[in-house]
T-cell receptor, first 113, second 112 residues
Framework: DTAVSQTPKYLVTQMGNDKSIKCEQNLGHDTMYWYKQDSKKFLKIMFS???????INETVPNRFSPKSPDKAHLNLHINSLELGDSAVYFC????????????FGSGTRLTVV | EDKVVQSPLSLVVHEGDTVTLNCSYE??????LLWYKQEKKAPTFLFML????IEKKSGRLSSILDKKELFSILNITATQTGDSAVYLC????????????FGAGTILRVKS
């Protein structure tokens, strides 16, 4: 059983389109995250949710909107995709929001053409 | 601005060699230092360090934190080809949200 699963694994789309990435964790963790890994390999936090509540919202364009229907799911919707959105997006979860290592999903490689 | 710097950027060694990967950090309200191994896809957790001078070990891997010098090292002894990966260092902040600030990683290639 995959602990943190993301779908789709690959996404190729045209500029201006709207797309969603889904994430689910079966670890019983309270906190979930979205990170973006750019071409230089830096992982940067975008959002964090604790038990469906948004607790971290970094400087991310409004075109990115996370949604957490329950604590096991955190989806990412992106409107009006731009070339610069091309990256690998990782979902992760941790036991809680205070301290601890993350368990990462396998990533979604988004390519905007 | 928070910063995590890893060195070297890349490293090529032969099987059986010992390697030391470096991580320095400047992070507001530092709480913890974490190491991850990233092969093709998801980073996998290796260690979390919160106290200075206490070595953590897992098999051939070990790590230690120096909170005075704002530095951590990851050692891998008797390297194997399966150790080839990107090793990521991340600093955790003492704040609501458990945000991690990642370095760019060290690419390790172990040749047989």
């Amino acid at each position: 059983d995959t602990a943190v699963s993301q779908t789709p694994k690959y996404l190729v789309t045209q500029m201006g389109n709207d797309k969603s990435i889904k994430c689910e964790q079966n670890l019983g963790h309270d906190t979930m995250y979205w990170y973006k890994q750019d071409s230089k390999k830096f992982l940067k936090i975008m959002f964090s949710y604790n038990n469906k509540e948004l607790i971290i919202n970094e400087t991310v364009p409004n075109r990115f909107s996370p949604k957490s229907p329950d604590k096991a799911h955190l989806n990412l919707h992106i409107n009006s995709l731009e070339l610069g959105d091309s990256a690998v997006y990782f979902c992760a979860s941790s036991q809680d929001y205070t301290i601890g290592g993350y368990t990462f999903g396998s990533g979604t490689r988004l390519t905007v053409v | 601005e928070d910063k995590v710097v890893q060195s070297p950027l890349s490293l090529v060694v032969h099987e059986g060699d010992t390697v030391t990967l470096n991580c320095s950090y400047e992070v507001t309200n530092f709480r913890s230092l974490l190491w991850y191994k990233q092969e093709k896809k998801a980073p996998t957790f290796l260690f979390m360090l919160t106290s200075s001078g206490i070595e953590k070990k897992s098999g051939r891997l070990s790590s230690i934190l120096d909170k005075k010098e704002l530095f951590s090292i990851l050692n891998i002894t008797a390297t194997q080809t399966g150790d080839s990966a990107v090793y990521l260092c991340a600093a955790g902040r003492m704040e609501y949200g458990n945000k991690l600030v990642f370095g760019a990683g060290t690419i390790l290639r172990v040749k047989s």
